[in-house]
């Protein structure tokens, strides 16, 4: 079976004083996961959300907590995002190079999904390691932007590390995130994306709950054409 379509509004464009509203909002319109950006002001410049907001945000929701981390330290987070009840931890490929088999064992021991991501300079063969693993990650995050800020525009040429994936691996589940919306969902989505991160062009949408479901349309599209395999 192909992945399922993941669509996950990214947090960080949410009203952070409403955070609890807005994850109920996002679930009414029809998200399955919701992007967490945690970030150190070190591995990236900015700082935003840690442990203590996913603690008080799961008291409010259900819906799983996509945790991603932009951070140089990602060890040093596991046990407090499984005590926050954080769903799923993604950490960097670049920080974890000597590290990443406890890093992997430690996250799945505490019941969370692991996942891989990698910056738009990092080959992608660089992760291969990581999901032929006898402990794989559950997914692999291509970022299509720099991390550690929102509302960038979303570099087309990443694509090519999606399919390449893609091709490798059928039924990983494969992740984009910068500068997703209507207009490039058509792009990633060929490529064989099946989680989108989706921040501005949610938030910002007048009809929020169309967009999702426009980013879910593109990707069930590309699965029922195998666009993404050729």
């Given at each position: ?52 907001v ?30 926050a009840?954080?769903?799923?931890f ?141």
């Amino acid at each position: 079976m192909l992945p399922q379509p993941k669509i996950a509004p990214s947090m960080l464009s949410s009203d952070f004083a409403n955070l609890a509203s807005e994850a109920k909002f996002m679930e009414q319109c029809g998200a399955d996961w919701l992007h967490m950006d945690i970030m150190d002001g070190h591995y990236v410049p900015n700082l935003t959300i840690g442990a203590p907001v996913i603690k008080s945000l799961r008291k409010h929701t259900s819906m799983f907590l996509d945790c991603h981390l932009m951070v140089t330290n990602p060890l040093d987070y596991v046990d407090e995002l499984v005590k926050a009840g954080a769903s799923g931890f993604t950490f960097h490929v670049e920080v974890a190079q000597d590290n990443w088999q406890e890093l992997v064992r430690r996250i799945k021991a505490g019941g969370m999904r692991a996942a891989v991501a990698l910056k738009p300079g990092t080959p992608v063969e660089v992760v291969f390691p990581l999901v032929e693993s006898a402990e794989p990650v559950d997914m692999v995050l291509v970022m299509t932007v720099e991390p550690g800020f929102g509302g960038q525009k979303f570099m087309p040429d990443m694509m090519t590390k999606v399919n390449t994936l893609r091709k490798k691996f059928p039924h990983l589940d494969i992740q984009v995130d910068g500068g997703l919306g209507p207009s490039t969902i058509q792009q990633a989505a060929t490529a064989g994306a099946n989680c989108i991160v989706a921040g501005s062009s949610v938030f910002g949408a007048q009809d929020p709950a169309g967009v999702i479901s426009d980013l879910r349309n593109g990707v069930e599209g590309a699965q029922a054409s195998l666009s993404f395999f050729k």
